[in-house]
């Protein structure tokens, strides 16, 4: 059974810092891997869509990369500004079954401090 | 730009009480899903819908959920006899099709029950 889980839970950061988020996810047989971000009480914002075959996408100052032989996305954020505040999580697709049902993780709640 | 949209925002119900969800997927889109975040925890998977009926669902998508797509254009979740449980956010999502396998969510339905 997929799990998915996400590290750090939290992180503060200064803004102007770039900062990494982490996901792991423990069946590398996945489809394909997308990011969100959720602000508080909202609904989910899709930010980055990695196909398996591939090994980055870029999208402004955000850069996800996938690893799936060692089960691994990692969320790059260039500069950070108090804007980016919120939760992202990362969610796999795996084969198998009719649909695109995704597995999310726990997410990390982001903090960008002006 | 096109987008999933979903009302009520907020509804509060007694227990017992039977509740209908509503969705408007993006037009063009052929899948369709719903997902429910109990607050603190992660997103789960509750059903995706195709060519109108059930393609997948999960173990909590018991007799207790139905879903529907009455008149090709509104997807709904009825929640029937709801129980203190079942107070979440309920997400709609839509996709184009299998094969890139993007998802875009709506703001998110709040569920209430006393």
């Known amino acids: 059974k997929q799990e998915v889980t996400q590290i750090p839970a939290a992180l503060s950061v200064p803004e102007g810092e770039n900062l990494v988020l982490n996901c792991s996810f423990t069946?590398?047989?996945?489809?394909?891997l997308q990011w969100f971000r959720q602000d508080p009480g909202k609904g989910l914002t899709s930010l980055l869509l990695i196909q398996s075959s591939q090994r980055e996408q870029t999208s402004g100052r955000l850069n996800a990369s996938l690893d799936k032989s060692s089960g691994r996305s990692t969320l790059y954020i260039a500069a950070s500004q108090p804007g980016d505040s919120a939760t992202y999580l990362c969610?796999?697709?795996?084969?198998?079954?009719?649909?695109?049902?995704?597995?999310f993780g726990t997410g990390t709640l982001l903090a960008v401090q002006p | 730009e096109p987008e999933v949209t979903q009302t009520p925002s907020h509804q509060v119900t007694q227990m017992g009480q039977e509740v209908i969800l509503r969705c408007v997927p993006i037009s063009n889109h052929l899948y369709f899903y719903w997902y429910r975040q109990i607050l603190g925890q992660k997103v789960e998977f509750l059903v995706s819908?195709?060519?109108?009926?059930?393609?997948?669902k999960s173990e909590i998508f018991d007799d207790q959920f139905s879903v529907e797509r009455p008149d090709g254009s509104n997807f709904t979740l009825k929640i029937r006899s709801t129980k203190l449980e079942d107070s979440a956010m309920y997400f709609c999502a839509s996709a184009p099709g299998l094969e890139i396998g993007e998802l875009f969510f709506g703001e998110g339905s709040r569920l209430t029950v006393l």
């Open positions: 969610a796999v697709r795996g084969y198998g079954g009719a649909t695109n049902k995704l597995i």
């Open positions: 069946d590398s047989a996945i489809y394909n």
């Open positions: 819908f195709y060519n109108n009926e059930i393609s997948e």
